[in-house]
């Protein structure tokens, strides 16, 4: 088997799996009891706060742990709208987010806030100065993902966040999913107010997430109940999931450090190998985009038919992201980059970790060129 859809999830390590049973078994207790079992799992519960916390380069009191990525999106977002609609509704995102981020902006339009989606050039990028363009006095937010889930682009981040310091009552919220663990970006430095991240996009559990909130702002919780997390999310929190979470992160970054290289060289041979076939069109751009994500199309072959073929040669990759897959429409992405709709349709996604080879690469690069032939004689 090779696994080439780690955007979708990655396999937890089995480091990870360890420290989720251990605390779980022993450390079962929860951590807002009074008596002693609930203390040890509380501080325990602090350790893996401090640990991602200081992974990321801020305090432990900004880490937020939620249920994975949409909650935190939905956090950030509709948390800002309501906890700050007396200082304006205007929203600003892009033409290109993660379903989470688009849904929840087109949510709070039902709800009398008006949402500015910037358009993206060919390669998915925004212009930082359409953001700059949009921001009016009615402004309190804009959310821009750093990495684009399908097709890899890297958002300006740091310049965007340069725009955005020059408006004290505007936010600034970053989706980091697709980033987290696999590029470095220096929240502080960027004037980043609050941040995404997802375990199982790192070689963690699903079901565990996090949200930085820079000190000082106050969000309405999405999820309301008891005073866990500092007031802005209610519920039992999952201490195994926060220890596992900590650990696969600390060991992601590591890997990045040692392996980042090769996981360049295994991009740069399946973006050549791709773009020598015939009857393929790579949709990533050539710079400007994370080294694990390769979105590319094969016209006249449907994206579901190309991967259940290379699926029965033990070769797993995917249509677009994992939450719009079962809809059976082209990317948004796709169509947002003006890509026509029979290569939007046709569009398959390869996403990598540090775990895959540069012999898988080349194995999948010869059966998808095997099958893009065996499909073309049937098809035509």
Request: proline fraction near 4%; aromatic fraction near 6%; charged fraction near 25%.
């Amino acid at each position: 088997m090779i696994y080439f859809d780690n955007s979708a999830t990655t396999k937890p390590y089995k480091e990870v799996l360890e420290s989720f049973w251990k605390v779980s078994e022993d450390f079962f207790g929860n951590p807002s009891s009074l008596h002693g079992i609930g203390g040890k799992t509380e501080r325990l519960l602090s350790q893996a706060r401090a640990q991602i916390a200081g992974l990321l380069g801020v305090d432990a009191e900004e880490i937020t742990f939620t249920s994975g990525g949409t909650e935190s999106n939905n956090l950030a977002i509709k948390g800002t709208a309501f906890g700050y609609k007396n200082r304006g509704r205007h929203l600003i995102t892009t033409a290109v987010e993660h379903a989470s981020v688009r849904e929840s902006m087109h949510q709070l339009e039902k709800h009398g806030f008006s949402v500015t989606f910037v358009p993206v050039d060919k390669e998915g990028r925004v212009n930082p100065e359409d953001i700059r363009k949009s921001i009016t006095d009615e402004t309190i937010l804009v959310s821009v993902m750093h990495v684009n889930n399908e097709v890899g682009t890297i958002q300006p981040i740091m310049e965007i966040g340069e725009i955005v310091r020059a408006y004290p009552k505007v936010l600034f919220h970053v989706d980091g999913v697709q980033g987290a663990g696999k590029l470095p970006l220096d929240l502080k430095k960027a004037g980043v107010d609050m941040y995404s991240f997802s375990a199982h996009k790192f070689h963690g559990l699903k079901g565990s997430g996090g949200l930085y909130v820079k000190k000082g702002i106050k969000l309405e919780p999405v999820l309301s109940g008891g005073s866990q997390e500092s007031g802005r999310r209610g519920g039992t929190e999952n201490p195994a999931g926060a220890v596992a979470m900590a650990k696969a992160l600390r060991i992601s970054l590591d890997k990045r450090a040692d392996k980042y290289p090769v996981l360049l060289e295994i991009r740069k041979s399946l973006v050549e190998g791709l773009g020598n076939m015939a009857g393929i069109i790579v949709n990533t751009p050539n710079g400007g985009a994370a080294p694990h994500i390769i979105n590319f199309s094969v016209p006249g072959i449907k994206s579901e038919t190309f991967v259940h073929a290379l699926e029965e040669q033990g070769i797993y990759l995917s249509t677009t992201s994992a939450c719009s897959s079962k809809k059976k429409s082209a990317s948004s992405t796709l169509i947002a980059m003006n890509v026509p709709d029979d290569v939007a349709g046709s569009a398959v996604r390869i996403s990598l970790s540090y775990e895959n080879t540069l012999g898988e690469a080349i194995e999948v690069l010869k059966e998808i060129e095997k099958t893009v032939s065996r499909l073309g004689r049937v098809l035509n």
